[in-house]
């Protein structure tokens, strides 16, 4: 592990392995993960990969500001193109974000400025300013049915989104019960990966404040981004709860490349259905050297 330092002073714990000579990899996690999400997609790739991990603000080993503005999106992106710039050797990387990885890696594709990224795989998330598009969107061509299935998320989110609350329930650990109930119903591991360690709110408490910094302010007030250059590759986990696969299929009008792809798993897929995640991720690299 080496700890990188960003421009407004915070340390992020960054991990390299694998093969020194491959293409780079650089795995973003979501909320309440740590790096270690990706332990086993890190196995799976680390042959003919250099894969690159980090915890991201506010867990694991990195720095745990206190303050919501430092959990806005621009302050993660640029966490996220540091780590870029940082591990590319001159070839770019491709990057993979998996829930609030995914809405990162999303906002830096969709920005301006962004630099070094050859591909992109989206897992179980999106770009949240492009929420109020799609939903407008889907009504026009009556696809309720969509619409329908984000029902749980305005519920948890809204939850988490309460400023000195969230935070102080997730450090008590009230938030992982559930996580273990979700995870003991819908995730169905691949052999071997069941006894991996589970998502944690109360391990990585200080992250929810993503919430608060994010979600509201960015729905009420998108801002305007449209799509992106990148090649990108969506991976839908069939038995997500969370961003159910129905929600994934018509990404932002201006993305020029896409391809939606169904998986195995839950939510989790990363952590438990690796080996389902890991395929289609070397897939999508060598489909797009840059």
């Known amino acids: 592990m080496e700890r990188l330092t960003t421009a407004d002073g915070i340390e992020l714990a960054v991990q390299a392995s694998g093969n020194p000579d491959g293409p780079t990899v650089v795995l973003v996690h979501g909320f309440p993960d740590d790096h270690s999400a990706w332990d086993g997609v890190v196995d799976r790739l680390a042959a003919d990969h250099r894969v690159v991990t980090y915890d991201t603000?506010?867990?694991?080993s990195s720095s745990r500001p206190r303050r919501i503005a430092d959990y806005r999106l621009d302050e993660l992106a640029a966490d996220l193109q540091a780590v870029i710039d940082h591990v590319d050797t001159g070839d770019g990387v491709h990057l993979v974000g998996h829930d609030w990885g995914s809405v990162q890696g999303w906002h830096l594709v969709t920005g301006e400025g962004a630099r070094g990224v050859r591909s992109?795989?989206?897992i179980s998330g999106g770009c949240v300013d492009h929420i109020p598009g799609w939903v407008a969107r889907q009504a026009k061509a009556r696809r309720f049915r969509a619409i329908a299935a984000m029902w749980k998320s305005p519920l948890y989110m809204g939850l988490f989104s309460i400023p000195l609350l969230a935070?102080?329930?997730a450090r008590l650990g009230v938030f992982d019960?559930?996580?273990r109930l979700a995870l003991?119903?819908?995730?169905r591991p691949e052999q071997g990966e069941g006894t991996r360690p589970g998502p944690s709110a109360r391990r990585n408490a200080p992250s929810i404040r993503i919430y608060a910094a994010n979600v509201f302010p960015r729905l009420l007030r998108p801002d305007g981004r449209g799509g992106t250059d990148v090649p990108v590759q969506v991976l839908t986990p069939l038995c997500d709860i969370f961003v159910p696969a129905v929600t994934q299929g018509d990404p932002h009008p201006e993305v020029r490349t896409v391809e939606i792809r169904e998986v195995p798993g839950g939510h989790w897929a990363p952590t438990y259905n690796p080996g389902?995640?890991?395929g289609p991720i070397r897939?999508?690299?060598a489909r797009h050297p840059g």
């Open 283 to 285: 897939d999508w690299i």
């Open 276 to 278: 389902a995640v890991a």
């Open 120 to 122: 992109y795989t989206s």
């Open 184 to 187: 003991n119903v819908f995730e």
């Open 167 to 169: 935070p102080l329930l």
């Open 57 to 60: 603000r506010g867990t694991g």
């Open 177 to 179: 019960p559930t996580i």
